[in-house]
């Protein structure tokens, strides 16, 4: 199959769905999709979504995200997400996003390393809050068309231009598709990991085609690890356990019941700790108690949390869980400038697999989602602003380089792997990368 569209989007998570809903409505818009369309990261955001409530938090919210990032964030770039913030929740709000309320006025949570509750949340399932109504908003605009189970399997460029997209369907029948635009919005790359928070799917794809085009890429070996996920012996990804049940006085205490740590320590020195005391310990896993926060209150705040936990036979009302830390977060990626434009003309790259260096060495909680936002909202209006028509070249791809989808995307895997070994010192040898 041929088939041209004014801009192509990569990804039906937060950050694509945003930026195709900030696109205008005389342009068609092609949304690809590797599974379906709800099947993103963006679902799973249990915690909330950070934002400036007034002037006199900004310093501190800036510190927080600098701090944690052990300063080695783009302070532009922090500066930009910090600001757009109020402008960001009042979009999502007028897309019938709901956020909790107390009185009347938005409820604030806390979580790891922030110095004060600047968070928004829906119950423990903001990012299905939010990322649903952008879905369903997408799915009403007649300029924009969603096609699931569409691999993007490479870029079709001509010289440092980009002007197309090759995809795969499941059944490995390859399609070429030209536009003017090409933005990324492909997530994570958890999936290359044995143990991950992240959708299996999620593989970096990208990364392995900017490396084959030479788009310049950024941090590739910042990962992040999250400290607290349902520890399990059952393969798959791995349940997250939100930083906000500690940011709400969950208690971390190792094999004799003792407390060996300020559980709100930013998350890779709170993930150390938490290694060194399973190293102590002699475990797998250290324990989470949840039960000072009070039946009701988990119930109600963390529904979701709760009833996956009983699922695997834990009543956190009543019992500690076993925790572990597992793969979470790319802060590194496709290097991108404060409008989320690549190295390569015509092409941008915005949410989990581009990297502006806002988050530095390590993200803050609940800084992902609104980053997304952020950039995908300012890509859509560069591309508005300098809108470029290319004329049409009728492209023809030799087919028979991606015929077998599954060879090409462990052959993808190898490349990421490499490259992240390659420029890693920091990386974590302890999680077991899948050969
Ligand atoms: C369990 C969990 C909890 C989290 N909690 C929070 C939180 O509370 N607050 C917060 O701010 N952040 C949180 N995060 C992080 C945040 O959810 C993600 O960073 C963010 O949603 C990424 O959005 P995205 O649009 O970039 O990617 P995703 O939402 O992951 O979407 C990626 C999309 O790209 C598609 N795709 C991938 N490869 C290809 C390909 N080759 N071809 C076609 N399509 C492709 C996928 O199918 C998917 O549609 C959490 C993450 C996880 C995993």
Request: proline share 2%.
């Amino acid at each position: 199959m041929n088939r041209k569209a004014d801009i192509i989007v990569v990804g039906t998570g937060v950050a694509g769905l945003f930026n195709a809903l900030n696109l205008p409505p005389d342009k068609s818009i092609l949304m690809l999709t590797k599974t379906g369309a709800d099947a993103s990261d963006s679902f799973l955001a249990q915690g909330g979504i950070c934002v400036l409530r007034d002037e006199n938090d900004y310093d501190s919210f800036f510190e927080d995200t600098m701090k944690a990032g052990h300063y080695e964030n783009d302070p532009a770039s922090v500066d930009v997400m910090i600001r757009t913030s109020p402008e960001i929740i009042n979009d999502l709000i007028s897309l019938g996003v709901e956020f909790e309320k107390k009185d009347g006025e938005f409820a604030y949570t806390r979580e790891g390393a922030h110095s004060k509750p600047r968070i928004l949340y829906h119950q423990d399932l903001t990012g299905k809050e939010i990322t649903s109504k952008l879905l369903a908003e997408v799915k009403r605009r007649k300029n924009i068309t969603i096609m699931e189970h569409m691999t993007m399997v490479d870029l079709i460029c001509d010289g440092n231009t980009c002007f197309g997209v090759v995809a795969s369907n499941d059944d490995n029948e390859i399609s070429v598709f030209e536009a003017d635009y090409v933005v990324l919005a492909t997530g994570g790359l958890g999936g290359l990991f044995d143990n991950s928070t992240n959708l299996q799917h999620l593989t970096g794809d990208a990364i392995a085609i900017a490396l084959k085009h030479k788009i310049e890429l950024e941090n590739i070996s910042y990962i992040q690890i999250h400290p607290t996920t349902l520890y399990s012996k059952k393969k798959g990804r791995r349940f997250l356990i939100s930083e906000s049940v500690r940011g709400e006085g969950a208690i971390l205490y190792n094999q004799k019941m003792e407390r060996f740590v300020d559980e709100l320590l930013p998350r890779d020195v709170l993930t150390k700790a938490i290694h060194e005391q399973m190293k102590a310990d002699g475990s797998d896993f250290v324990w989470l108690c949840m039960m000072g926060i009070g039946s009701e209150v988990i119930k109600k705040r963390f529904p979701n949390i709760y009833l996956r936990c009983l699922e695997e036979g834990y009543d956190v009302t009543k019992e500690c869980i076993p925790v572990t830390p597992a793969q979470h977060y790319f802060m590194g990626g496709i290097k991108v400038d404060l409008d989320s434009k690549t190295s390569m003309e015509h092409l941008y790259a915005i949410g989990e697999i581009s990297c502006n260096r806002v988050h530095g060495a390590n993200r803050l909680a609940s800084n992902s989602l609104l980053e997304s936002l952020v950039f995908a909202k300012r890509a859509a209006t560069h591309i508005v602003r300098h809108y470029e028509h290319l004329s049409d070249k009728n492209t023809v791809v030799d087919i028979n380089d991606f015929r077998d989808l599954e060879q090409l995307q462990s052959r993808y895997k190898k490349i990421i792997l490499d490259e992240i070994e390659r420029s890693s010192a920091s990386i974590e040898r302890s999680y077991n990368i899948k050969a």
